[in-house]
DNA sequence: AAGTGGTCTAGACCACAGT
DNA sequence: CTGTGGTCTAGACCACTTC
């Protein structure tokens, strides 16, 4: 019989001052972010871990329940605790929401590819992701339309460390959480975005087909490993003639 | 002895397929947001609860963790269980956290009102209130500067209701739902806010002391009472070269 | 039938507030 | 001191999933 050693060295110290719940906690998203559980595979049962930390159940779900406040993990009734996956297209502002947003108001969206190809880091691409000058990356050029009409375009660097072919999973998915998933042997855990008010550059407006100085939402974001090291980096532009953002705060929302 | 006949016509039905602690934490919101409990009130203790309804403390304890967690009571230790003030500045896209963040960088915020009168609803208005045209409103004109340098201009209409005078509070805090609260006799609850990409108009680059074609995040907000009827509306313009929005996402935030 | 998470109980001890 | 919320226990029954 085969035994799962996670957490042989951790212990719960029952006399500290933290609680139990947090302790447990700390312990199982740590073994998360390393690694030792993956996303999409099961916890051990909450009594399993009530017995083997000498503890009572409602205990272990307290700490259970951190973490699924939290977004890292799930459960599911009668089939047990499970490690979710990372969601890093869920922001904050919910600007990603306009893609998923579009295809319900009967318009069809698409994916054009501009470019995809291997680049040499120069310097503000090295200062973004952290890594010498000339360093490998791929670069993506894309734009996203709606109705055949550009709605977002994209420029994203992903750090060179897997030698993939270029798939059509890039045109699925061409978020940069997914091509640092494709491209690179770290995993995204962490996304960070900047919006700014801008005004179309005479390129962008270009290729979004607009007029000088249209107004735009530019979306720069960084994603990150579990080490907080860059993966990759990029920009979007967003037509600010056909986005807006929207939000609802306070009580009553349901 | 008074007694709080609060919830006298209102049961648990401990045998419905419903959680009790949902049922009680229902209850309690209605109770809260019908104003049978006013925010900054301690609410009764988890004992009593336990003992009025006669369930277990731990399924009271629940009940009240599921508002806390929604942001509408929070809970002292050694002192009890209290009613929250709604929080309508706190937004998603996280706008007002600049107005926070500029004293902590040194800089002097000041708030310039420009203006403050009774007008009639025009057409506009009259239709973002859901009022009759020519329905009394008050009219703040505003700018909010650092070290002298205009950085917000805003335009906020309040449904007239309440006479009372322009006081200093209005400068210190001209937050729609501030002004709402001192000038109309309904309870703000909810908020909504749309976020659009712009350029400055001729008026705003005057006002804003910017040149033409400037970039600014434009904010349109809606304030509304506990009955979805809005109290008020407004417009803020954020000079898109000062301002920006991060947000950020995933695990391991800490 | 066996195993899982979801709910609930009736206690218990603790640290902290106000008296 | 009493009352409060915070933590924890050792059970229990349920609905659901899997075998």
Redesign the pocket.
Known sequence: MKKKLINQTNKLD?NS???????LAKLLERDILQGNYKPGE???????F?SRY??????V??A?SELVMAGMIY???????FVAKPKLDDVEFELNDFQREIPRKGMKTGIKLLEARIVRADDELSQKLEVPKNTKCIHFRLIVTANDEPLVYENKYIIFTKQNPILEQELKDPSLSNLAKLHADRLPTTSKRVLHAAIVTDEEAAVLKVRPNTPVFLVKQTIYDNNKKPIGWGTSVYRGDRYKLTSYTGWGLD
Chains 1, 2 share one sequence.
Do not use: C, F
């Open positions: 029952k001052v933290i609680p139990v719940y947090y302790q099961v916890l051990p049962a909450e009594n399993e009530a000498g503890i009572s159940r409602m205990t779900r307290r259970i459960t599911e009734k009668g089939k047990g605790t």
